[in-house]
């Protein structure tokens, strides 16, 4: 019993570690496809290993058949969702970020006499 309360535990956490780097991401990057890129991996990640902490809670039973399922339909849907998501934004005018454009937005930061 205990070694399987440790397993849940250390799959809640690891999950819980992903959302947070990828919650991070979304915060520290510099644009839309590279936060997209963080919180799609993240997400995706986590949510897998925080049902796979349920299907062992639950042990050898249907309804850790039915939560693998879902693990496995989340592992296949987010991705492609994040995919369409990037490549819509793409044909929409969003450009990715480069550092060309970075120093070009620098510049006409301290040009107008914004601060650096």
């Known amino acids: 019993m205990i070694v399987k309360d440790v397993l849940v ?3 809640m956490l690891g999950g819980f570690f992903l959302f947070f780097t990828a919650t991070l991401g979304l915060l520290r990057l ?5 936060r997209l890129h963080a919180t799609g991996k993240g997400d995706t990640l986590a949510a897998l290993w925080f049902l ?4 062992v809670y639950h042990g050898f039973s249907l ?3 039915k939560i693998v399922f879902i ?3 989340l592992f296949l849907a987010q991705p492609t969702a994040t995919h369409a998501i990037s490549r819509a934004a793409f ?5 990715p970020w480069t550092l ?3 120093v070009l937005l620098d ?5 107008q006499g914004g601060e650096k």
């Open 107 to 111: 510049e006409d930061t301290v040009e």
């Open 52 to 55: 796979v902490a349920l299907a």
């Open 91 to 95: 044909r929409c005018g969003v450009r």
């Open 63 to 65: 309804t850790s058949a």
């Open 100 to 102: 060309e454009r970075a």
């Open 30 to 34: 510099p644009d839309f496809f590279t």
């Open 9 to 11: 535990i250390l799959f």
């Open 71 to 73: 693990a496995v339909f």
